[in-house]
């Protein structure tokens, strides 16, 4: 991090900086004093999209706080009436809703990226596992708030969710009992969750900061995948990557409001416009989207604590990846068979989702047992053994080369003037 | 710590010192203090008094026909209160024990000179929600959320439910009235 060099030009500006250097830190880690690998492409900008996505996420959400009502008395109305009654409500609300589900395709497009060009290999181990801990962070954020408008879709999949936990032997029970605090989901669960789901995107704040940290140390990865060599392999983040961050940005906004004036409850369950009714129990429970692999992984077992170990396993993997994958090569683009199981991965999860979707019933039982099967061996087996095995091409001298050619060494890569 | 112990604590043979001793008693002593300064915190999250204070109800089923279910509201979940057919019964009897999941009898599941009455809570024993009565391939509840399978005496059969539907706490306080709790 090149914080040190940084004067402002203002005399009372610097007066200030000297006594906090906040502005020192920002100017080393998104502007012209942090220098990254000069070949980094679109799928870099979903990093910065993740934590667009945090900031949409709280600016409404804490909105939302204002009129809304934690009782499963009030719950439903006070969201319907921000839906009807409340200025703007409808367009908060909607997207609130809309961007719990873009921040999850954004993470996980973010994280198939680490997984295509390596990211999660030396030196960035406890960066990967930083990422992992924002996602599960996510996950329970994002369950906790999918309860909130107490509909039936929210008051099941608590049910369903919460009742994982009773799987545990012995204390499982007690457990549950304590998680809800009484006998079955109610009012006291709506009031913690509420709480809960305050405080989560915070903590999820300052893991992001924590995973920052820890990639402006070695640097960010790049599509080679080979480590950079010197200044003709960079640029100055600011002002190309927030450029091309900013492009990025705008093609995002596009797609999200696509959703949110478009189609806003598309990616929404109807049965979750029913209050909630503990007596009955709607038909088919489905969770958001998102979770929908993790479903079909929970479902594939024929056993109450074999599938539910095997869900968390499915995510608790992640934090061994590093190790799993024993290639020294990172990037995918030199490592043809790993491209081939990359795809096949990508495949398994979709393959997985609309599993999770579908009633467990016929050859989805079938389906989904192999899908999660094949899930384990990508992580277990075939990365421990590919990376021994495969053949890997050559890679390149160095970024700068591979991208400039032989020009590299004559013109190295400097900010352009002010 | 002093460059020259010797002249002011004791060191013994392996380099540790009363005062390491202490350190480890202090630190011993703070995590104790520390985890019983916790346990308000996660307790407080545990079911309150009132809510313990509702635990049973009172329930009347004269108006219950043979074939017929009731579902009641107890501590938040349905009960289910089904006054069984004698094919019902039988069917339910003739199971070999062998065959369950969660061996139980039907009389087991049942009060003595109450047999055709069933009560159990209607929360699946998998992940909670509530079956459908008279369905699924034994005749009795079926689970739609992960497909679980339960007998005439709610006991399970087939799919993810590792027990039988549970039978509470409940006594005949008259021929047509029960307390559940
Ligand atoms: C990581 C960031 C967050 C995620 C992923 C997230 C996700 C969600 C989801 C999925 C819902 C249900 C939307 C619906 O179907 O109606 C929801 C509701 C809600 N969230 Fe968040 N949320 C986040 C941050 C926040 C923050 C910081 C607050 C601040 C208090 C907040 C307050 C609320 C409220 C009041 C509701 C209930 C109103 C409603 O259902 O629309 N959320 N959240
Ligand atoms: S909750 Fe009944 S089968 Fe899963």
Redesign the interface.
Known sequence: MATGSYTPKNKAVRWFNERLPILSLVHGTLGAGYPAPRNLNYFWNFGSLAGLCLVIQIVTGIVLAMHYTPSTLAAFDSVERIMRDVNYGWLIRYIHANGASMFFIVVYIHIFRGLYYGSYKAPREILWMLGVVILLLMMATAFMGYVLPWGQMSF?GA??????F?AIPGIGESIV??????????E?TLK?FFSLHYLLPFVITGVVILHIWALHLPGSNNPLGIDVKGPQDQVPFHPFYTAKDALGVGVFLIFFGLFVFYMPNSLGHPDNYIPAD????P???VPEWYFLPFYAIL?A?????G?VLLMFAAVGLLFFLPWLDTSKVRSAIFRPAYKLFFWLLVVDGVVLGVVGAN???GSWILIGRLATVYYFVHFLLILPILGKVERTKPLPESIASAVIGNKASARPATAPAE | MSSNPSTVEQVSEDGTTRRDFLYIATTAMGAVGAAYAAWPFIDQMNPSKDTLALASIEVDIAAVERGQSIKVMWRGKPVFIRNRTDMEIEESKAVDLSDLRDPQTDEERTKPGHEQWLVMVGVCTHLGCVPLGEAGDFGGWFCPCHGSHYDTAGRIRKGPAPLNLEVPDYQFISDDRILVG
């Not at chain 1, 049910?159 to 994982?164: A, F, G, H, P, S």
């Open positions: 099941w049910t369903v969710i919460t009742n994982l009773s009992t304590l998680l809800w605090g009484g006998f079955s989901v109610d006291p913690r503990p007596l009955v129990t038909p088919h429970i479902r077992v024929p056993d109450k604590l599938g009633p467990p019933e």
